[in-house]
């Protein structure tokens, strides 16, 4: 069985910070990526940051520029740091894993979601 877990989120005032970590556990053969989404209420769900296998990254058009994911490797963990928050960030913030259980086979899993509140 594969959890992903997160942690983090709260309220904050426009303009602080918050940091997000999320943790992979279970019988996996390797961790193909992880990253977070989030979805506002009335709207689609949407990338915020991936960090791949390859290490490579991949940001929201909104956030590039104030957010950073890391990732430790060893863990099967990321943490993803938000500055400069703004009151459109407020969302349900979404962890997910992409898992190889197998060499071929691949499996999508997410975390319970974590609500982040910006006020202004």
């Known amino acids: 069985q594969v959890q992903v877990v997160q942690s983090g989120g709260g309220s904050v005032q426009a303009g602080e910070s918050l940091r997000l970590s999320c943790a992979v556990s279970?019988?996996?053969?390797?961790?193909?990526?992880l990253g977070w989404y989030r979805q506002a209420p009335g709207k689609e769900r949407e990338v915020v940051a991936v960090?791949?296998?390859?290490?490579?990254?991949t940001y929201g058009d909104t956030v590039k520029d104030r957010f950073t994911i890391s990732r430790d490797n060893d863990r099967n963990a990321a943490f993803l740091q938000m500055s400069n928050l703004k009151p459109e960030d407020t969302a349900v913030y979404i962890c997910?894993?992409?898992?190889?259980?197998?060499?071929?086979?691949?499996?999508?899993?997410w975390s319970q979601g974590t609500q982040v509140t910006v006020s202004s």
């Open positions: 997910n894993a992409i898992v190889r259980k197998t060499p071929t086979n691949e499996y999508s899993y």
């Open positions: 279970g019988d996996i053969f390797s961790l193909r990526a």
């Open positions: 960090y791949s296998s390859t290490s490579r990254t």
